[in-house]
């Protein structure tokens, strides 16, 4: 009988030891960065002008060329097709509060998704 619990009890302790458990990550979806399209950047960068209160007096999607006017200041964006694909935009200011241009450029980087 002591045998038997002996036996039974070894039996018990090696089943446990044989069990192992390994801990997996579960795999994390990662949002894909996708190139801009030069419509959606040309489209954001009007917007954000708008949104700091601009006028836009030119919007010439054909050479990529927005300007807004508010009293004296005047900012220009240039968006421009790269050679790798992707879009560059860039703001100019003229006569404005230094801080309007970068208002317009956290407008611009919002309305993009960044």
Same mark, same amino acid.
Request: with cysteine; charged share 20%; proline share 5%.
């Given at each position: 009988?002591?045998?038997?619990?002996?036996?039974?009890?070894?039996?018990?302790?090696?089943?446990?030891?044989?069990?192992?458990?390994?801990?997996?990550?579960?795999?994390?979806?990662?949002?894909?960065?996708?190139?801009?399209?030069?419509?959606?950047?040309?489209?954001?960068?009007?917007?954000?002008?708008?949104?700091?209160?601009?006028?836009?007096?030119?919007?010439?999607?054909?050479?990529?060329?927005?300007?807004?006017?508010?009293?004296?200041?005047? %900012?220009?964006?240039? %968006?421009?097709?790269?050679?790798?694909?992707?879009?560059?935009?860039?703001?100019?200011?003229?006569?404005?509060?230094?801080?309007?241009?970068?208002? %317009?450029?956290?407008?611009?980087?919002?309305?993009?998704?960044?």
């Amino acid at each position: 009988m002591k045998r038997l619990f002996i036996g039974a009890a070894c039996g018990a302790a090696l089943s446990l030891t044989a069990c192992t458990y390994y801990a997996v990550p579960a795999p994390v979806a990662y949002p894909v960065s996708t190139p801009a399209s030069f419509d959606r950047s040309f489209a954001a960068a009007t917007d954000a002008m708008r949104d700091q209160g601009l006028t836009i007096t030119t919007q010439d999607r054909a050479n990529g060329i927005i300007i807004g006017a508010a009293g004296s200041a005047t %900012v220009t964006a240039n %968006v421009r097709q790269q050679p790798d694909g992707s879009v560059r935009v860039q703001f100019d200011a003229k006569g404005a509060d230094p801080s309007l241009i970068d208002r %317009v450029s956290r407008s611009y980087d919002g309305r993009m998704g960044r």
